[in-house]
Every structure is written in structure tokens, then in C-alpha cells.
């Protein structure tokens, strides 16, 4: 079922229906500015283009563009200097939400983390431990 939003780059209300969060004339726009990204980035001298590069040279904004990364559209292994910021620290990133020096500093705190947690255990079973006093063992 469709739902009313605003558009976010011009205010004006459009039918939601999950596939495109922009409304209809934004989306045409956005498809217009798409080609002139993707003819600028065909040409072989612009293939290694960076961000700032594309933006100065087509007018689109960065936040389109790292949109059209993350959804796919523009592909780091065709060109390989796009990317879209890390959730967490802001360095370009071509897969997932995190990049790879935030992700293996995660995996680390995560390993830190069980380690500290196997050791409390280890901890509490040693201290769970039954000792028997001397009049216990005459009995």
C-alpha cells in the first residue's frame, strides 16, 4: 500500500510505494544526472576518477553518488576510486556499512570481549570448587 512522504530534494508529496524515495520529477532529474555521471566515467581517462573529481565535473552532489554506490549503480570494480563513507569513522568503503580497519577493530573487541568472559567463568568454576577441612575427613 502506498504511503504519502515528502520528497526530500524539492518538499512536494508523492505516493511512497518502497521503490523510489524521491518523487517522480526528482527521480527523472536524479536519472538525467545518473547518464551524464555514467557518460563522464565511461571515457577512459575519467575512469579513476575520485569523488570530488566526478562532482566538480558533473554538478552532482556526493551524497547521490555515494547513494548510487551503495545501491550498486555505480560499481567500484569498474571504477575503482567511488566508494561511500563507513557508518562509524567516514573513510570510503565499497561493501557493507563498515570499512575494513572498523570491522577488524570490532572483530577485536568482540574477540577481547569473549575472552574476558570465559575467563570470569573460568574464574567462578575454580571458586565453586569443594574443600574439605580436617574434622570433615575424620568422619
Not at 85 to 107: F, M, S, V, W, Y
Not at 118 to 129: I, M, P, S, V, Y
Amino acid at each position: 500500500m502506498a504511503e504519502l512522504k515528502h520528497c526530500p530534494t524539492c518538499g512536494e508529496f508523492f505516493n511512497y510505494t518502497g521503490v523510489r524515495e524521491v518523487c517522480a520529477k526528482c527521480q527523472m532529474d536524479e536519472e538525467k544526472m545518473y547518464e551524464t555521471v555514467y557518460r563522464f566515467l565511461r571515457k577512459r581517462e575519467n575512469r579513476a576518477a575520485n569523488i570530488d573529481r566526478i562532482v566538480e565535473a558533473t554538478g552532482v552532489s556526493e551524497s547521490l553518488l555515494h547513494r548510487w554506490v551503495r545501491k550498486g549503480r555505480l560499481q567500484p570494480a569498474l571504477f575503482p576510486n567511488l566508494g561511500y563513507p563507513c557508518d562509524k569513522c567516514g573513510a570510503l568503503t565499497n561493501t557493507g556499512k563498515l570499512c575494513a580497519k572498523c570491522t577488524d577493530e570490532i572483530k577485536q573487541e568482540l574477540n577481547t570481549h569473549d575472552a574476558a568472559v570465559e575467563l570470569r567463568e573460568a574464574l567462578k568454576e575454580r571458586d565453586r570448587a569443594t574443600y574439605y577441612s580436617q574434622s570433615d575427613r575424620k568422619r
